[in-house]
């Protein structure tokens, strides 16, 4: 990063203006720094993929725990989320990062080394609160540091770095039991149970991420409300290039200035119990889950292989869609800044409605062998295909918009609180359908995906009627939403 002169904590440079190209370079490379905590995310929240099947043979338990063990994190996530808000606006975006690097260390390392399924949940909840710190620091510090050209681009980072992690880490899980005698329940040849390497190897991102973090920048409006404009004033001409600096600093003070203790009351609004903006970015979130995406990166493993698959085959086939989630997130990024968020979210909420229904309708018609579907003929295939196109319509629109929204679409006063509460109710959405889907696929899986089906199709009616479009907007202009921007 020196050679482009990225400044460190502790040596912000001078603060003269730079060319557009290096200034956008540096805001880039800022964003990709603060967004190694949702490749965290993902790879953690996804590393227990390949070892379901293999925790519930060796610690013998039944649909309803394992649901609780692997959704276990998500109920940290909300607690992290809940505070990380907060917690950054006492003492600094980069340390709340640094704090989360260590929480996924001890959560890795812990994971591995459980005794029992109560001892993992408690290690998952550990890593939970890592995630859901990162998942409101990254999108907030990417917010305040691109400029409003570069946001969504930047913004989407976020969601890129947590399909890579998810990819990462059912790569890993892949090699880890092709490499061992028995798969994920078999002996690993450095010793000791493959499914424990699988939880241990998310040590490694989570030192890379706390490292990291000590080469960026603290956020420059954090660094003005603690009254140091001069080293605020050093970041932004970093990412501004030949815009007016001194005009920034004055409008983040003049936000600043208007600024108190933010509370719950203040989301308070007359409708509901809180402000529109606030339901609007509630919704998104719940959404963003209820159409049932992390089932496939959580489950896909067992999904497949309760239908026909092999343990290989069905680990290569959730590292397909891994890699169809990756290449759709640069195709959001490419455009999100240029046609905006509410028709990407559009699209994506229509793509999920048929691929979800196309599942449903497969599984629900699939010949029950021993109490499990199986996809016979032409229906496999079939299944696979919507798989992947579903994975696609998500990682290309709801993935990354969501997440782009949830940094921008807010108030500066509100922003901290009001994107705490969003992202909690993203995870404990999270945790409903992760936790409820192996009873549920118990009874039917087409009853499950018929589900996700409906929400889907509701997701698409509520972009249409409530979702405002923040492309192009200034965060101290966000105080202006309250309609849609029809497009």
Same mark, same amino acid.
């Given at each position: ?12 440079? #001078? $603060?003269h203006?730079? +060319?557009?190209?290096? !200034?956008?370079?540096t805001a880039?490379?800022l964003? %990709?720094a603060a @967004? ?18 293999a925790i519930?043979?060796?610690f013998?338990?039944?649909?309803v725990?394992?649901?609780?063990v692997?959704?276990?994190a998500l ?13 950054a ?15 996924f ?13 109560w ?10 609160l890592a ?5 409101v620091?990254?999108p907030?510090?990417i917010?305040?540091?691109? #400029? $409003?050209?570069?946001? +969504?681009?930047?913004? !989407?980072?976020q969601?890129?770095a947590?399909?890579? %992690?998810?990819? @990462? ?8 039991a092709?490499?061992?005698?028995g798969?994920a ?12 390497w699988?939880?241990a ?9 706390g ?14 409300k ?5 080293k605020?004033r050093?970041?932004?001409?970093r990412?501004m290039g030949?815009?007016?600096?001194d ?15 933010v ?11 809180l402000l529109p ?6 919704l998104?979130?719940v959404?963003?889950q209820f159409v049932?995406?992390?089932v496939?990166?959580y ?5 497949w292989?309760?239908?026909?698959f092999?343990?290989n085959?069905?680990m ?11 290449l759709a997130?640069?195709l959001a990024?490419?455009l999100?800044d240029?046609?905006?968020?509410r028709?990407?979210?559009l699209a ?15 599984f ?20 696979l295909v919507?798989a992947n196109?579903?994975?696609?319509s ?16 807010f108030n ?12 909690a ?13 192996p ?5 039917s899986?087409g009853?499950a ?19 405002p ?14 309609t849609?921007?029809?497009?």
């Amino acid at each position: 990063m020196a050679q482009h002169g990225v400044p460190g904590q502790g040596d912000l440079g #001078p $603060a003269h203006p730079e +060319g557009p190209s290096h !200034s956008a370079a540096t805001a880039a490379m800022l964003a %990709g720094a603060a @967004a190694l905590g949702g490749f965290l995310f993902g790879y953690d929240s996804s590393v227990i993929n390949g070892a379901v099947d293999a925790i519930k043979a060796q610690f013998g338990l039944n649909p309803v725990v394992v649901g609780l063990v692997v959704s276990s994190a998500l109920l940290g996530c909300a607690a992290g989320a809940w505070f990380a808000g907060p917690l950054a606006d006492r003492i600094g975006r980069v340390r709340v990062m640094l704090i989360a690097s260590i929480l996924f260390m001890v959560s890795s390392l812990g994971s591995a080394l459980a005794f029992n399924a109560w001892d993992l949940t408690f290690w998952r909840l550990v890593g939970g609160l890592a995630i859901g710190a990162a998942s409101v620091i990254a999108p907030a510090y990417i917010a305040e540091i691109a #400029p $409003a050209e570069l946001r +969504g681009r930047l913004g !989407s980072l976020q969601q890129m770095a947590i399909v890579l %992690g998810i990819f @990462a880490a059912l790569v890993v899980d892949y090699v880890i039991a092709r490499a061992s005698e028995g798969g994920a329940s078999g002996q690993f040849p450095w010793g000791g149970t493959a499914w424990r390497w699988m939880f241990a190897s998310a040590i490694v991102p989570a030192v890379m991420y706390g490292v990291i973090a000590t080469t960026i920048p603290e956020s420059p409006r954090y660094l003005v409300k603690k009254h140091q404009p001069a080293k605020a004033r050093a970041v932004l001409a970093r990412v501004m290039g030949h815009g007016d600096v001194d005009l920034k600093i004055r409008e983040i003070g003049r936000s600043l200035a208007r600024d108190r203790p933010v509370h719950l009351r203040d989301l308070r609004g007359h409708r509901l119990g809180l402000l529109p903006i606030v339901w609007v970015g509630i919704l998104l979130s719940v959404f963003q889950q209820f159409v049932g995406i992390n089932v496939i990166f959580y489950y896909s493993s067992s999904l497949w292989q309760a239908v026909g698959f092999s343990e290989n085959d069905a680990m290569l086939t959730s590292v397909i869609n891994s890699v169809v989630n990756v290449l759709a997130t640069l195709l959001a990024i490419a455009l999100v800044d240029k046609i905006g968020r509410r028709p990407l979210l559009l699209a994506g909420a229509a793509g999920m409605t048929v691929t979800l229904g196309i599942m449903t309708i497969c599984f629900a018609t699939a010949p029950v062998v021993n109490g499990e579907p199986v996809l016979g003929g032409a229906a496999g295939p079939v299944a696979l295909v919507a798989a992947n196109v579903y994975v696609l319509s998500f990682a290309a629109t709801w993935g990354p918009v969501v997440w782009v929204m949830l940094g921008e679409m807010f108030n500066n006063f509100i922003r901290a609180s009001a994107l705490a509460v969003a992202a909690a109710a993203q995870w404990i959405a999270n945790w409903l359908i992760t936790t409820t889907f192996p009873g549920i696929s118990g009874v039917s899986l087409g009853l499950a995906y018929g589900m996700y089906t409906v929400f889907a199709a509701l997701a698409f009616i509520f972009v249409m009627r409530a979702v405002p479009e923040t492309k192009g907007r200034e965060l101290e202009d966000m105080d202006q939403l309250a309609t849609p921007a029809r497009t």
